[in-house]
């Protein structure tokens, strides 16, 4: 049995040039330097929190997300964090807002 390889799932992504992710707020793909990478670490309190990786150099798994309030509300209503971090008993995302709020996106 053979298997078909799909290189895209969109017209739009011929468009986009080196990696591509999928935003956890919108669902939409984006350039991976469009992104802003999150990760599982803890809150300056020491518990569990999905924190910012501008670099996107930390180790471990990482999820990608548009540094807009409208995405990271996306991903709050919808639990993303959490899930897409595969992070037992939640996450908080409180660090990735604060991080939004003092680093406004420039359109």
Excluded: N
């Amino acid at each position: 049995m053979a298997r078909r390889r799909i290189i895209s799932t969109s017209p739009d992504d011929f468009l986009l040039e080196g990696p591509v992710r999928t935003c956890i707020g919108c669902r939409k793909r984006a350039a991976k330097s469009e992104l802003l990478r999150v990760i599982a670490g803890s809150d300056t309190d020491g518990q569990p929190a999905a924190v910012p990786d501008p670099d996107g150099t930390a180790p471990g798994r990482g999820a990608h997300l548009h540094p807009t309030s409208g995405c990271y509300d996306l991903a709050v209503r919808r639990k993303a964090f959490s899930r897409s971090l595969r992070a037992e008993g939640g996450l908080s995302s409180a660090p990735v807002g604060d991080y939004l709020d003092s680093h406004p996106q420039e359109q």
